[in-house]
């Protein structure tokens, strides 16, 4: 066995302990304001547009508004990815710090102008967290039990955030205050995850992975390494390797990752756009507790049953592959059986509360960022992330601009076979652009550990 598999194995081999769970706790948390943040707008929406004395927003207004922090997503990956290679941990605590100072703004945004800058600056925060908190945990986590830490972290504490604004709201409706001042409390409310866990992010360590790979600090890096073993050991070398080089080999990999999560979340937020609406209005439900239930009844167990159980033990590539194809079948049902189930609509929501369970597969997969880390080797890893995380964000626009388009053009029925479509496409593509990486050490997913070349330009 060579130095740098000695090294990376004692990381890699480790079970699950104290030291994983504060990481998946530190890092999950992060995304958990990520949740809340992303989805508290949609439930103060009518409060916001009263308050600044609109009946409704204009199709601009509206656009503006919804893709605002998406885009914001979308710039602050791509900044965020490109930093992360002169240090994971050096910028990580920027990102909640950004996601609070905003959410603080919004509380005090005196127009939609202003609303959709500070929502745009949210969208930084979150783009950077969507890059640095899988990197750091992907690199920090042990081999067997990878997928279960981002899945707990990223995956279910997504859900987790979208929760607790819904739980918050309703909990503001029971004191039947001034609609001006509860928008602005809810909006406001999610610095409050966001501040208090930036002490702890500021306390984690910088990964082995990046310390020896990049800075070249093998000392730092062994002593990481002892901190999460136990053991002393002797950290790899520098990869030396052109960083062009690098990104030029792995590409397909890492631009296959991107396009599976451009079609996880053109299926999941084009869906959004017609659950809490359709089945929630045939329900007698307003769209908060639509979404509170669907949390709770399937989405979050979903979450931590898959995530603890299947994600490792399975592997990706099943659970990522039938989930889309499930998410398929069950939206064809809801295109031919749109009027029979929206007549009964318990079932029409059981039907879509099992469509949620099924992409959620695809959710703790591509949506969780988990193909972005693993299909790329240290040296470009936090740039490849960002791309992928680009590709998901730009997948939710599409969704968010396109889909009212369709739905209004070609009828309902015709959008969900559309959607079922796009579902069928991420399972074959699953199935034959990206390896099984569950259960394998980053290093060998990426032939990592290969003797590395001398050095080139940076």
């Not at 090294?7 to 958990?32: K, P």
């Not at 996880?264 to 089945?279: E, H, K, Q, R, T």
């Amino acid at each position: 066995m060579s130095l740098t598999d000695q090294g990376f194995a004692v990381i890699d081999e480790q079970r699950f302990q104290a030291f994983h769970w504060r990481a998946t706790l530190t890092t999950g948390l992060g995304v958990f304001c990520d949740g809340y943040d992303l989805s508290s707008l949609a439930l103060v929406l009518p409060m916001v547009m009263a308050s600044f004395g609109h009946a409704s927003l204009t199709s601009q207004q509206s656009g503006l508004l919804a893709a605002s922090a998406l885009v914001g997503a979308a710039v602050g990956a791509l900044g965020f990815g490109v930093l992360g290679q002169w240090g994971r941990r050096r910028f990580y605590g920027l990102d909640v710090l950004i996601l609070g100072l905003a959410a603080i703004g919004q509380a005090f945004a005196p127009d939609i102008a202003w609303l959709i800058g500070l929502r745009f600056v949210l969208g930084l925060g979150v783009g950077a967290d969507y890059v640095l908190s899988p990197v750091i945990m992907a690199e920090h986590a042990n081999r067997a039990d990878r997928g279960r830490a981002i899945g707990l972290g990223f995956g279910t504490m997504w859900p987790a955030g979208a929760l607790a604004a819904a739980v918050f709201k309703l909990l503001l409706d029971s004191f039947h205050m001034a609609p001006d001042l509860e928008w602005r409390l809810v909006l406001a409310a999610g610095a409050v995850p966001a501040l208090a866990i930036l002490y702890f992010r500021r306390k984690m360590p910088e990964t082995a992975r990046y310390l020896s790979k990049l800075a070249g600090e093998t000392r730092q890096a062994s002593d990481v390494m002892r901190e999460i073993s136990g053991q002393a050991v002797t950290a790899p070398s520098q990869d030396e390797r052109p960083f062009w080089t690098v990104l030029a080999q792995h590409a397909g990999p890492i631009f296959s990752a991107a396009l599976l999560w451009m079609l996880y979340d053109l299926v999941v937020y084009a869906i959004i756009l017609f659950g809490p609406s359709l089945i929630g209005k045939s329900l007698g439900l307003a769209p908060v507790t639509f979404s509170l239930l669907l949390q709770i009844v399937f989405i979050l167990p979903a979450s931590v049953l898959l995530s603890v159980f299947v994600i490792d033990r399975f592997g990706r590539k099943p659970l990522q592959a039938w989930g889309f194809l499930a998410g398929g079948v069950l939206v064809t049902i809801f295109g031919l059986m749109q009027k029979e189930l929206l007549s009964m609509p318990i079932l029409a929501f059981i039907v879509f509360g099992v469509f949620n369970v099924a992409e959620t597969g695809p959710g703790l997969v591509s949506g969780a960022g988990i193909l972005g880390v693993e299909l790329a080797p240290t040296r470009v890893r936090s740039v490849a992330q960002s791309i992928t995380v680009a590709g998901g964000r730009i997948g939710a626009a599409i969704a968010g601009f396109g889909f009212p388009w369709l739905f209004g053009h070609i009828g309902q029925a015709a959008a969900y076979y559309v959607i079922a479509g796009l579902s069928v496409l991420g399972a074959v593509g699953t199935l034959f652009l990206v390896p099984e990486t569950g259960r394998i050490s980053l290093e060998a997913i990426t032939d990592d550990d290969a003797p590395t070349p001398a050095a080139g330009p940076a």
